[in-house]
Each structure stands twice: as structure tokens, then as C-alpha cells.
């Protein structure tokens, strides 16, 4: 499963000199302050996930913040990627510039005639690892109500229901479509819904 990236810089790495990843080694000229900035035109957190993750990084559980400089040319795409803030360890810097430069799209930079031009953007990049999920708590949930002839819900209980359970179901109980018998009438139903997690043996 994919996860944006996160990253922390590493406080026994010692910071590099920046670094350039581009498509066009021709340095681009910018409009530093356009009428109208670029925007990304798709999630970010699509752009750099754990899947891109350097494989003796996550091994390693290596974290690291990139903060990078992007030049967006007049059709949207990322043309140069600058390190301007290092993680502190070079492979991830450059897997988020070339991860950037590669799925990174933007809605141009307008002057004020309003006609595409090429800008700058900062984008950062956390690289971090999702934490493991914890292990399901066992229990044996019971839900017993009314749903009345108007569809709403009455005599609400619950037992059995998780330590960290926040809030009351029945707090929030929704308003159903109200119950007809089988000749149309409007009548009342009682329900039971139960939720059960069970720890079992392994088997051998």
C-alpha cells in the first residue's frame, strides 16, 4: 500500500552542498514574483510515497526532511529540482527530486496578462515510515434498538463494546427508511447487530 512520504535530517550526517536534478542542464529564467503562482495539479502526496523509499533506508528505518526548489516551466512540468535543505543522506535527497521532476504536475505561473510563465516552487519531503498497526483488542460487541414507524431509532443498547471505543453508536444511531409490513402498514423492529474479534489457537 502506498503512503506519502515524510522526513527528519539525520543529526550525525554532516549537511551536503546542494544539489541539482534537472532535465535541461540550460539554468531557466523565472519569474520570481508572477501575477498568479503555480499550483500543484494533482495530490502531492501522490508525488513521493514509501514505495520509493530507498530499500536499506526503510530497512534501516532511516528518516529525513528534503526540502527542494522546483522550476515549473509554462506548461506545468517540473523542467530542475534543487536541494536546498538536505536530509542529510544523499539517496534520499535525490529519490525525492527525481520522484518530484518525474510525477509532479502543476497548473502554471500567469503574468499579469494572464499568459503561462516559468516559475519557481518549494515543495517538502518527509520520508518516514508508517507506524505498525497495533494488534486487534478481542471483543464481543451487542447492539440491540427500535427502529419506529417514523424511521427513527429508540431503546439503544450496546454492551461488550471495546476499551477504546470513543464514541456511543447509539448517540449518533441514523434514521432508517420506516419499516412497512408485508401489506404496506407501518409497523416497528427490534434488531440485534453483533461485532466479534476473537483471538484463536495457532494451529500446529
Known amino acids: 500500500m502506498k503512503y506519502p512520504i515524510a522526513l527528519i535530517s539525520l543529526a550525525f550526517a554532516p549537511p551536503l552542498a546542494a544539489q ?11 519569474v ?11 495530490n502531492p502526496g501522490t508525488w513521493v510515497t514509501t514505495d520509493d523509499y530507498p530499500s ?14 522546483l522550476t515549473i516551466e509554462a ?51 518527509r520520508f518516514t515510515l508508517p507506524s505498525a498497526t497495533q494488534l486487534p483488542e478481542e471483543f464481543d460487541l451487542v447492539m440491540e434498538f427500535v427502529i419506529s414507524r417514523d424511521g427513527s431509532v429508540r431503546e439503544c443498547q ?24 408485508e401489506d404496506g402498514t407501518l409497523e416497528e423492529r427490534r434488531y440485534r447487530m453483533t461485532h466479534k474479534i476473537e483471538r484463536l489457537p495457532v494451529g500446529d
Open 20 to 30: 541539482v536534478v534537472e532535465l535541461n542542464p540550460t539554468r531557466r529564467e523565472v
Open 32 to 42: 520570481e514574483d508572477p501575477a498568479e503562482k503555480a499550483e500543484p495539479a494533482s
Open 56 to 69: 536499506w533506508a526503510a530497512r534501516a528505518g532511516t528518516k529525513g526532511r528534503v526540502v527542494t526548489n
Open 75 to 125: 506548461t506545468g512540468r517540473v523542467s530542475r529540482c534543487e536541494i536546498v535543505t538536505s536530509s542529510g543522506v544523499s539517496e534520499l535527497d535525490r529519490t525525492a527530486c527525481e520522484k518530484l521532476m518525474e510525477r509532479a504536475r502543476f497548473k502554471p505561473a500567469r503574468d499579469n496578462k494572464g499568459v503561462p510563465v516559468a516559475s519557481l516552487y518549494e515543495q517538502a519531503v
Open 158 to 181: 450496546i454492551t461488550g463494546a471495546p476499551k477504546n471505543t470513543e464514541k456511543n453508536p447509539c448517540e449518533n444511531a441514523p434514521t432508517f427508511e420506516p419499516p412497512r409490513a
